[in-house]
């Protein structure tokens, strides 16, 4: 097997390590107990997976599972910004948790029909997992769109940071023309840009939060309250004006300030203790 398939599938894990390290945040920080124990429990199953996926990776270069998740630099580590910006409040942590579970969930249903067939079973398998964090996800959602003008408010706001930077969840993943080649990937990053952007438009037009598809596409809108309560558009900067400083750069090595210190706490105990086993 070829080391770009190792590259492709190290980029995925990476986006599930760090994730899950950033759910793990909000374990005795959540609004109430059964939220703690809900998003402790999707934190292990994101980790799980970063854990499967290094697994394969490690197989294809002789390496080991544990180096490729905690043995490496900071700027080898490929993915997205959106996982590693820090939780900010709950709004933000649950715009995050519902933009990244959809688009995983566009990612997986792709790579199901993989040439690999290691790549396609372990992706139908956590794709499987992963549609009760998109259900966890979609619930709060639509609560909060049927709540009070202030959490709705508090919500909007968040989607349009997450978003934004939901941009650099589809940058070209490393050597994805030959992954494309080979059939280890179905689609291009693009292709599952555009599935995703009509997927997430249809969702929230359909539970009725105002965010239109200039929104991530396009022109970023901000929506505020009106006098009368009422959500009012202005216009924002475009999404490419943002895609530098914000949701583009990660699967190149280039991170945000937040990762340095997530990467040194995350790694820490390896680093201490080299060869030490997950």
């Excluded at 398998?125 to 619930?139: C, D, F, G, P, S």
């Excluded at 049927?146 to 919500?155: Q, S, V």
């Excluded at 291009?188 to 929230?204: H, I, P, V």
Aim: hydrophobic share 40%; proline share 4%.
């Amino acid at each position: 097997m070829s080391r770009a398939l190792a590259t492709l599938v190290t980029a995925l894990a990476d986006d599930e390590l760090v994730l899950g390290h950033r759910h793990s945040e909000w374990t005795g920080y959540a609004p109430h107990i059964e939220e703690d124990v809900a998003f402790s429990s999707i934190a292990q199953d994101e980790v799980g997976h970063a854990a499967a996926l290094y697994a394969l990776a490690g197989k294809i270069l002789g390496d080991e599972p544990d180096h490729l998740a905690f043995g490496r630099q900071a700027d080898e580590y490929r993915n997205a910004l959106l996982c590693e910006r820090p939780n900010g409040d709950w709004a933000y942590t649950l715009a995050r948790h519902w933009v990244y579970d959809t688009a995983d969930d566009v990612r997986l249903e792709s790579m199901e029909g993989s040439s690999n067939e290691e790549l396609a079973a372990l992706t139908t398998k956590m794709r499987r997992e992963e549609r009760y964090h998109l259900i966890h996800a979609e619930m709060w959602l639509k609560r909060i769109a049927r709540g009070p003008i202030e959490g709705r408010n508090k919500l909007i706001h968040a989607l349009e940071e997450v978003l934004l930077d939901s941009s650099g969840l589809f940058e070209p993943l490393p050597e994805e023309d030959t992954a494309l080649t080979e059939g280890w990937v179905t689609a291009s990053s693009q292709e599952l840009a555009a599935r995703f952007l009509a997927r997430t438009n249809a969702w929230l037009d359909e539970v009725g939060i105002p965010i239109g598809p200039h929104s991530i596409a396009g022109e970023r809108a901000e929506f505020v309250a009106s006098s009368s309560g009422d959500l009012i558009e202005e216009a924002g900067p475009s999404l490419d004006e943002a895609h530098t400083s914000k949701g583009g750069g990660g699967r190149s090595g280039r991170h945000s300030p937040d990762f340095t210190e997530l990467w040194d706490v995350m790694t820490k105990t390896y680093r201490e203790h080299p060869g030490a086993r997950w």
